[in-house]
C-alpha cells in the first residue's frame, strides 16, 4: 500500500476566513494529486486534479479562484478554501496517484479534512 | 460522458454469507479497475485493483472483471458485522487522458449478526 496523510482533521472557522488543508504522500513521490468533496451521504465529487509544477485542472463548476490548489513539490499538495461560507463545509478528501513498475496506477486517499464553517 | 454505475443498496446479507456487489461501466476501452470500501464519516480504502478478464482473489476478497460485457464484481466470502460499509467502484476511462478515476456512488453494505 501507501500513506496519505491530510491536515488538519478536522477544522471549524468563521464565514468569511481562509482555510488551507495539506495532503502529503508520505512514502512514495506523486506527480498528481486530486481533491474531492463528498457532502452527507454523497459519492465522492471530484473538485480538481492537481499536478506537481503546473497549474491544477478544475472540474466543471468548481471555482478556482475560490478552492487554490499548490502542488509545489512531490510529497505535498494544499488546498485553500478562501472565503469560506457555510455551504463550503464538507469532508474534504484528497487522493495521491502512485505510478508502481508494470501494469496500472492506484490512488491512495488521505484520511480526509472535515470543514465547518460558522 | 463517462459512467459507473452501482446499485446503492442496502445489500443486506447474513453473517457467514457471500456478499455480491456489481458495478458496470461506460467505456469499452477502460482498463484499471479498483475496489475502494468506505466506512461512515471515513475516507475510502483501497481493497482491490484488477486490470485483466477473469478473477482476482485476496484473502476473503474476489475481484471479477468481463471487458466484453463492462462489468466488474467484488465477491466477499465469510461476510463479517465489520465488512458493513459502503463499497466504491472506480475506473480509469483510458481514452481522455484523464488521470482521475471515476468513482460510482457506491453499494451500501448491511452485514447483519
Known amino acids: 500500500g501507501a500513506v496519505v496523510s491530510q491536515h488538519p482533521s478536522r477544522v471549524i472557522c468563521k464565514s468569511g476566513t481562509s482555510v488551507k488543508i495539506e495532503c502529503r504522500s508520505l512514502?512514495?513521490?506523486?506527480?498528481?494529486m486530486f481533491w474531492y468533496r463528498q457532502f452527507p451521504k454523497k459519492s465522492l465529487m471530484l473538485m480538481a486534479t492537481?499536478?506537481?509544477?503546473?497549474?491544477?485542472?478544475?472540474e466543471q463548476g468548481v471555482e478556482k479562484d475560490k478552492f487554490l490548489i499548490n502542488h509545489a513539490s512531490l510529497t505535498l499538495s494544499t488546498l485553500t478554501v478562501t472565503s469560506a461560507h457555510p455551504e463550503d463545509s464538507s469532508f474534504y478528501i484528497c487522493?495521491?496517484?502512485?505510478?508502481?513498475?508494470?501494469?496500472?496506477?492506484?490512488?491512495?486517499f488521505g484520511p480526509g479534512t472535515r470543514l465547518l464553517v460558522l | 460522458q463517462k459512467e459507473v454505475e452501482q446499485n446503492s443498496g442496502p445489500l443486506s446479507v447474513p453473517e457467514g454469507a457471500i456478499a455480491s456487489l456489481n458495478c458496470t461501466y461506460s467505456?469499452?476501452?477502460?482498463?484499471?479497475f479498483f475496489w475502494y470500501r468506505q466506512y461512515s464519516g471515513k475516507s475510502p480504502e483501497l481493497i482491490m485493483s484488477i486490470y485483466s478478464n477473469g478473477d482476482k482473489e485476496d484473502g476473503r476478497f474476489t475481484a471479477q472483471l468481463n471487458k466484453a460485457s463492462q462489468y466488474v464484481s467484488l465477491l466477499i466470502r465469510d461476510s463479517q458485522p465489520s465488512d458493513s460499509a459502503t463499497y466504491l467502484c472506480?475506473?480509469?476511462?483510458?481514452?481522455?487522458?484523464?488521470?482521475?478515476?471515476?468513482f460510482g456512488s457506491g453499494t451500501r453494505l448491511q452485514v447483519q449478526p
Open positions: 467505456d469499452r476501452g477502460s482498463q484499471s
Open positions: 492537481s499536478n506537481e509544477g503546473s497549474k491544477a485542472t478544475y
Open positions: 487522493s495521491a496517484r502512485k505510478t508502481p513498475s508494470g501494469a496500472g496506477e492506484t490512488q491512495y
Open positions: 512514502d512514495f513521490q506523486a506527480t498528481t
Open positions: 472506480a475506473v480509469k476511462f483510458e481514452d481522455t487522458g484523464r488521470r482521475a478515476l471515476t
